[in-house]
């Protein structure tokens, strides 16, 4: 295939790729944006194929790998539970990170395949590339695996912290800088397996203190980290694709990570240098055992949204776990019946990850125009007669407007105690992803539903 039908080729995949994130902003639409970015990498992988012509022996390999690499991708994709994303997703971003490095390694030892010059005598430009992709590709694989541990509990959530920490951090940075600068310079094997090792250690150091509450901003750094780290490898290989890609994926990585700092209160660049998350999150002073909880039981909460005249459900964590949206669907459907009118309120990081109470409720059919961000309905939660909270937890705490001390503190909640009613299902009265308690529980308003949400939802459709 001629260079200017690849580089033509390549531009199709970049704009279905760019067409596959617009669809995947909304999940009206994100059915239609996955079919567009699986249609972009079918072309880009044939096309890549097809440019490098001739792979001798070697071609039976990639196609068994890509065969095996496919179907265990196709595998976890199948089995794996909406709950469980978030460690998929640090899972795949530590595998393309471990990619990059890899390539960058192969064309450091064997430049001349892919035409930067000689062992020794590489070009400046593809050296600097190299280096670049490898260290970020190294961060993004540590670091996604340190994530990956947190979130599937084999690790503890907790910050893990050390005195000098931070200053540790950027003498390793600094001199990873310096030694890519003498790398250009000396082209020593010894220098670039020191940037990629440093690399791998400062991946490790820039996760461990993320406190768990935060991991789901981390994912998204580290989802950019991982585009950046392809991009400074398309830039080595020269190939159109991978470079587009890369920036699509670290661009886009990098503005969802702001989004959902500014929805968390937190510092954009203290995300990237690792130095947040570290606060204590254990503040509360108070003990459960000693403040009043009222508890009831279906039929109490069938009685109140019965005679409400609004309701807004809000959705977490705990809905998910228990798959309860379509027993949701079911009530909100028996409470319109009755003349109550019903809306869906979503805070930016409910659940583990960006949307995952969107895809959750689109899953049960739950109409767009009735599901309302945090700024779009707060204000409402002062008129309302009942809150139904199903599971969600640090993102209804109020702690986080009164208590400055508290690890969540400033950042935006969604003001569920201003409801007359608060009814808030959940199995027991323990903290939240934040690992802090949950002030809401205590309130004189709130009425406690011990029970699994699944459960405790089809017993109110009954008594409905």
């Known amino acids: 295939m001629t260079a200017n039908l690849s580089a033509l080729f390549y531009l199709i995949s970049g704009i279905l790729f760019i067409l596959a994130l617009r669809g995947l902003s909304s999940p009206e639409t994100s059915r239609q944006g996955n079919y567009f970015g699986i249609a972009g990498m079918a072309i880009a992988i044939i096309v890549t194929f097809l440019s490098v012509g001739n792979f001798g022996e070697g071609f039976i390999y990639v196609i068994v790998f890509l065969i095996i690499g496919g179907s265990i991708g196709a595998f976890i994709a199948f089995r794996i539970p909406m709950t469980a994303m978030p ?159 890369g920036a699509l994926v670290g661009s886009s990585g990098a503005i969802l990570s702001y989004i959902m700092c500014k929805g968390m209160n937190r510092s954009f660049f203290n995300v990237i240098l690792g130095g947040w998350g570290a606060t204590d999150q254990s503040s509360n002073t108070k003990s459960k055992e000693q403040k009043p909880v009222k508890s009831g039981n279906a039929d109490d909460a069938a009685f109140l949204m019965k005679n409400a005249s609004s309701v807004i459900i809000v959705p977490g964590y705990g809905m998910a776990v228990a798959q309860a949206q379509h027993a949701l669907r079911e009530m909100v459907d028996a409470l319109k019946k009755n003349g109550v009118k019903v809306s869906y309120a979503i805070h930016p990081v409910a659940g583990r990850m960006p949307g995952h109470m969107n895809v959750l409720l689109a899953e049960a059919n739950v109409p767009y125009d009735e599901v309302f961000e945090l700024e779009e309905i707060n204000n409402d939660f002062a008129n309302c007669d009942v809150a139904y909270v199903i599971g969600a937890n640090d993102v209804t705490n109020p702690v986080a407007k009164s208590d400055p001390q508290s690890p969540i503190y400033g950042m935006p909640v969604l003001d569920v105690e201003k409801s007359k009613s608060v009814l808030f299902v959940k199995r027991s009265l323990s903290s939240g992803y934040a690992g802090i308690d949950n002030d809401l529980f205590y309130r004189d308003n709130t009425l406690m539903l011990f029970s699994d949400a699944k459960k405790m939802t089809e017993e109110i459709v009954k008594s409905l």
């Open 87 to 245: 460690e998929l997703v640090a899972g795949f971003h530590s595998l393309v990170g471990l990619a990059a490095v890899f390539v960058a390694i192969s064309a450091f030892l064997k430049p001349e395949a892919f035409g930067l010059g000689n062992i020794g005598n590489i070009k400046l430009a593809s050296l600097i590339e190299m280096s670049l992709g490898a260290a970020i590709g190294a961060i993004t694989f540590s670091g996604s695996i340190i994530a990956f541990l947190k979130l599937r509990g084999i690790m503890s959530g907790s910050p893990i912290t050390f005195k000098g920490q931070h200053i540790i951090n950027l003498f390793l940075g600094l001199m990873i800088i310096g030694l890519i600068f003498y790398l250009c310079i000396s082209q020593s094997n010894n220098i670039f397996w020191s940037i990629v090792m440093i690399s791998f250690l400062i991946g490790i150091l820039l996760i461990i203190p993320i406190g768990g509450a935060d991991m789901p901003v981390v994912i998204s750094m580290l989802n950019s980290y991982s585009g950046w780290a392809a991009a400074g490898i398309g830039f080595t290989l020269e190939n159109t694709a991978l470079i587009i890609t």
